[in-house]
């Protein structure tokens, strides 16, 4: 399930399985979806991530509960 975050204010995307960070919801499920089948991240899609879990941010869970 992909969910809704805030990284600086802007309503992002985070894969549920890599948890990179993806400004449109449309790429996040695309990597979510080859997370789950692979096993792995795909370079093509990761490149296109906003914010890495290595790296330090501030996100704000908004999805609803």
């Known amino acids: 399930m992909v969910r809704e975050k805030k990284v600086d204010d802007k309503k992002c995307f985070q894969c549920d399985v890599c948890s990179h960070v993806y400004l449109d919801k449309k790429t996040a499920k695309k990597c ?3 997370c789950q ?3 792995s991240c795909s370079v093509e899609i ?3 991530a906003v914010h890495f879990p290595s790296l330090p941010t501030h996100l704000t869970d908004i999805s609803e509960k």
């Open 37 to 39: 089948e692979t096993g």
């Open 46 to 48: 990761t490149k296109k």
């Open 32 to 34: 979510e979806v080859w």
